[in-house]
């Protein structure tokens, strides 16, 4: 499908508008349930979520640049990790999945299972570095490996020696999955939640 040619609107000045998409009848209800316009990208900030008089986490998100780049710099819309301000004193770290990705958001290592394992190892490191915190805060991993079968070993073998050189005990609790990854070259990625206790 080819996006349609930027249409514009003649008022005072000529302002151009966003290429028209082609929503399903479907789509264009279901757009317009949550409030949005149903033949045109919504403008940012158009969805005004109401709390109310209720408070909100406090949220900051989480940054490591000399490691790896930001996802939005590439067109994804999330966050590399999130640090949540929770009631006495807890703040949580969610590190969003994580991958052999380098500073300029480029696969690196593509094809070496075990390379791209320590660099996502190093990345999350960094990150978690980026808010006081290390691998003994971490209480959970999830591991998506592109093939189970034929990496799990490596990957076991990888997570044992770095998690034991580290003097984790115990271990975090962690499941592996077998998914297909956002890019094909990429073999590993790694989600996680830390639990960090302000000093009393």
Known sequence: MHPAAPATLSTDTDITMEPAVNYSNAEKLERRAMGLPHCEPAPAG???PDTGSR???RMT?????SVLNEAPEYGSAFSRGLRLEL???VTQLLISGTASVGENGETLHPGDFRAQLWRTYLNITRLLEAE???WKDIVRTTCYIRDIERDYDEFND?????FRALGLDPFPASTAIQARICRSDLLVEIEAIAMLLQPS
């Open 46 to 48: 158009i969805l005004k």
């Open 55 to 57: 408070p909100v986490v």
């Open 61 to 65: 998100a989480i940054c490591a640049p």
């Open 87 to 89: 009631p006495g004193g």
């Open 132 to 134: 006081g915190a290390t």
């Open 158 to 162: 990888v997570r044992n020696e770095f």
